[in-house]
């Protein structure tokens, strides 16, 4: 059974940083790609990062590229994005999911962390 489990949130400045975490277990997560996704409050999911079966390969929402890094441990099933110079425009929740195989079209998601950037 798939299950994500999304870590990392909380209450940040403007400015801050936060490192969200995304442990996957029921499937063999080192080939798969795993996204991350948005939604903040009244508005529609937001694709924020993806990242290929290696790691070699990355996507960025424009509004985040340079202050967000996804990255992944296959040794830990872990999926990560470091979020550095946070804006309350990305406060949202972080959901993290599964690419259905060959993929990044998600098929299984977390239950997501909330992330609030707010002086």
């Known amino acids: 059974q798939v299950h994500l489990v999304e870590s990392g949130g909380g209450l940040v400045q403007p400015g801050g940083s936060l490192r969200l975490s995304c442990l996957a277990s029921g499937f063999t997560f080192s080939k798969y790609a795993m996204v991350w996704v948005r939604q903040a409050p009244g508005k529609g999911l937001e694709w924020v990062s993806d990242?290929?079966?290696?790691?070699?390969?990355?996507y960025y929402l424009d509004s985040v590229k340079g202050r967000f890094t996804i990255s992944r441990d296959n040794s830990k099933n872990t999926v990560y994005l470091q979020m550095n110079s946070l804006k309350a425009e990305d406060s949202a929740v972080y959901y993290c999911?599964?690419?259905?195989?060959?993929?990044?079209?998600?098929?299984?998601w977390g239950q997501g962390t909330q992330v609030t950037v707010s002086s």
């Open positions: 999911a599964k690419g259905v195989s060959g993929t990044y079209s998600p098929d299984y």
């Open positions: 990242i290929s079966t290696e790691g070699l390969n990355t």
